[in-house]
């Protein structure tokens, strides 16, 4: 049982994951921000999902300037500095963000991070880890929503034919 305070945070190797899942790899070679956008989106649902606080971080080595932060839905976005990498940025966050009530996740496939998140006390998730997760957390969504849908439609009365044709005459007035 999870107290109420307790929460979990899945920290995303932004471009790591865009360059493992076919889909965002693909659409990267034609629209690198599109590929972001896509990815952040798909983190959101997670998020909505789950209730975990997500957080995706991205190299400035792609998008120059200083280190910024911003939040679409309800994913935290960072762009590293511009002289810091992702796995910087995420190992200087799981300090941040690592405590007794805080289990810290990364999503990344980088072997050399994997073993320096453990170090730290993070558990990893591997871009195909996370992709199987997302696309099951995809499909029950549309299962809820079907059911849902059905539901609706059923908790309607039944009611005969015959009945009905009475009910009708009755609204119109007539006898």
Same mark, same amino acid.
């Given at each position: 049982? %999870?107290?109420?305070?307790?929460?979990?945070? /899945?920290?995303?190797? !932004?471009? =790591? &994951?865009?360059? $493992?899942?076919?889909? +965002?790899?693909? /659409?990267?070679?034609?629209? +690198?921000?599109?590929?972001?956008?896509?990815?952040?989106?798909?983190? $959101?649902?997670?998020?909505?999902?789950?209730?975990?606080?997500? #957080?995706?971080?991205?190299?400035?080595?792609?998008?120059? !300037? /200083?280190?910024?932060?911003?939040?679409?839905?309800?994913?935290?976005?960072?762009?590293?500095? @511009?002289?810091?990498?992702?796995?910087?940025? #995420?190992? %200087?966050? #799981?300090?941040?963000?690592? =405590?007794?009530?805080?289990?810290?996740?990364?999503?990344? *496939?980088?072997?050399?991070?994997?073993?320096? &998140?453990?170090?730290?006390?993070?558990?990893?998730? *591997?871009?195909?880890? +996370?992709?199987?997760?997302?696309? =099951? #957390?995809?499909?029950? &969504?549309? @299962?809820?929503?079907?059911?849902?849908?059905?539901?609706? *439609?059923? *908790?309607?009365?039944?009611?005969?034919?015959?009945?009905?044709?009475?009910?009708?005459?009755? %609204?119109?007035?007539?006898?």
């Amino acid at each position: 049982m %999870r107290l109420v305070n307790d929460m979990n945070v /899945l920290l995303v190797d !932004g471009y =790591n &994951i865009i360059g $493992a899942w076919d889909e +965002l790899k693909i /659409l990267k070679d034609h629209d +690198l921000a599109q590929a972001r956008d896509l990815l952040v989106e798909k983190m $959101a649902e997670y998020q909505a999902y789950t209730g975990n606080r997500v #957080i995706v971080v991205f190299d400035a080595y792609y998008v120059r !300037g /200083l280190e910024h932060k911003h939040k679409d839905y309800k994913v935290e976005v960072i762009y590293t500095k @511009e002289k810091e990498t992702a796995d910087e940025c #995420i190992e %200087r966050l #799981i300090k941040d963000l690592k =405590n007794v009530k805080t289990q810290v996740y990364v999503a990344t *496939s980088d072997y050399t991070e994997q073993r320096t &998140i453990f170090a730290q006390g993070a558990l990893r998730k *591997s871009a195909r880890e +996370l992709y199987i997760e997302t696309n =099951n #957390i995809e499909k029950q &969504i549309e @299962e809820e929503l079907e059911n849902h849908k059905k539901i609706q *439609s059923a *908790s309607k009365i039944p009611i005969k034919k015959e009945v009905l044709e009475v009910f009708e005459k009755w %609204r119109r007035g007539d006898k």
